[in-house]
């Protein structure tokens, strides 16, 4: 399983969440903890919106996240006050940038954590509820991506709400049509640049992780503390330091929102 973060706050550098927390997303990349992959190392990108232009900017690379010097030097560089990042160990589709997370179509960017099972019976049914205007804009090959562009069909532009639940019963009612018995496991996160929304769901209750903090004050791996606001949230698969009691789970089968420093988070909605 791969490793993500998302932060939605005011602006701050990047490297002060991706490299330099004690147990940073770069340093989960070589030591993740609460997964049994330890090793993400297929790949890491980083997504982040500025008031320069209303599509997010995006590097991807399928280079290790601690042997690629360019993402840390970049992640100094700029300050954003919403941004994924993203480190990848290969469950579907193949090493490569396309497939590499966070996936981009016009504002919106999404990245996913989890695997959807059976998903070689799957992808073909999938596809053909995709809408032509988002097919056409899937580069990859994973079940990550296909994921995004079932939610954009399903209206995630409008109501993302609506449609991350839709997304989640799609999958659900394939997988029972096809008699699947492998789960569907995933954490998400998405954003259009002025909200953030996260989501934890399994089918089979083995969820992967999935913690939000506010107000964070993180300790650095060179002893230095760095201070967030206390409105900017920051959304995790695993805890970017050892004091996880700042840290709250999100439940499991559950949708996180966060907007203008207002943090909520409810079930998800799948009857």
């Not at 990550?144 to 991350?164: H, K, N, Q, Y």
């Not at 920051?234 to 789970?249: I, R, T």
């Amino acid at each position: 399983m791969c490793r993500w973060l998302a932060y939605c706050g005011n602006p701050i550098p990047m490297s002060g969440l991706l490299s330099d927390p004690e147990h940073s997303l770069l340093q989960q990349s070589r030591q993740a903890i609460q997964t049994q992959y330890t090793v993400n190392g297929d790949g890491v990108g980083v997504g982040w919106y500025s008031p320069d232009s209303s599509e997010p900017g995006l590097y991807r690379d399928t280079r290790a996240a601690w042997n690629d010097e360019n993402v840390e030097s970049l992640s100094r560089h700029v300050h954003s006050g919403l941004f994924l990042a993203h480190v990848r160990a290969v469950t579907q589709g193949s090493v490569g940038r396309v497939n590499t997370h966070p996936f981009r179509m016009g504002n919106w960017l999404f990245q996913h954590n989890g695997d959807v099972g059976g998903w070689d019976k799957l992808h073909k049914d999938i596809d053909q509820l995709i809408d032509p205007e988002f097919y056409s804009q899937r580069k990859g090959q994973t079940d990550s991506e296909t994921l995004f562009a079932l939610a954009m069909t399903r209206g995630l532009r409008d109501d993302p709400v609506s449609a991350i639940n839709d997304m989640i019963r799609e999958v659900e009612r394939l997988r029972a049509k096809h008699e699947i018995e492998e789960p569907f496991r995933m954490s998400i996160a998405v954003s259009e640049g002025t909200s953030l929304w996260a989501a934890r769901y399994s089918s089979n209750g083995d969820t992967p992780t999935l913690y939000w903090g506010q107000g964070l004050s993180l300790a650095g791996s060179d002893g230095e503390i760095f201070h967030l606001d206390r409105h900017s949230t920051v959304v995790v698969s695993e805890p970017l330091d050892k004091e996880q009691h700042s840290w709250e789970s999100v439940p499991d089968s559950s949708l996180l929102h966060v907007a203008d420093g207002v943090l909520s988070v409810s079930p998800l909605q799948l009857d």
